[in-house]
């Protein structure tokens, strides 16, 4: 599958971006799918992941009642909304797909088979 990230762009703090993740191929379903990012310096993080049907999600603790992770099989995207943005969240942010129908959200990084390019997002103080 491939990836495609968008809606990234510079953004005052406290505002909201909304970021989208397009897959290629009609098994869109079939994968869990997730939001990293690696700002300037850093590794790449968690952000948040979602499983097959979108009925569970994660969150790294400091996004937690900020971002919303959310997919549309229909369309074959992933989305990121993200309010009361932060300068801390200033990074190039990634979407990954994880292979697999599973109850539970994709974890960890190694669990991810595909990634795409990334966006990036740039909040202003």
């Known amino acids: 599958v491939q990836l495609q990230a968008s809606g990234g762009g510079l953004v005052q703090a406290g505002g909201s971006l909304r970021l989208s993740c397009a897959a290629s191929g009609r098994t869109f379903s079939s994968y869990g799918m997730g939001w990293f990012r690696q700002a300037p310096g850093k590794e790449r993080e968690f952000v948040a992941s979602?499983?097959?049907?979108?009925?569970?999600?994660d969150y790294a603790d400091s996004v937690k009642g900020r971002f919303t992770i959310s997919r549309d099989n229909t369309k074959n995207t992933v989305y990121l909304q993200m309010n009361s943005l932060k300068p801390e969240d200033t990074a190039v942010y990634y979407c990954?797909?994880?292979?697999?129908?599973?109850?539970?959200?994709?974890?960890?990084?190694?669990?991810?088979?595909?990634w795409g390019q990334g966006t990036l997002v740039t909040v202003s103080s």
């Open positions: 979602i499983n097959w049907s979108g009925g569970n999600t």
């Open positions: 990954a797909a994880h292979s697999g129908r599973y109850y539970y959200p994709p974890g960890p990084m190694y669990e991810y088979d595909y």
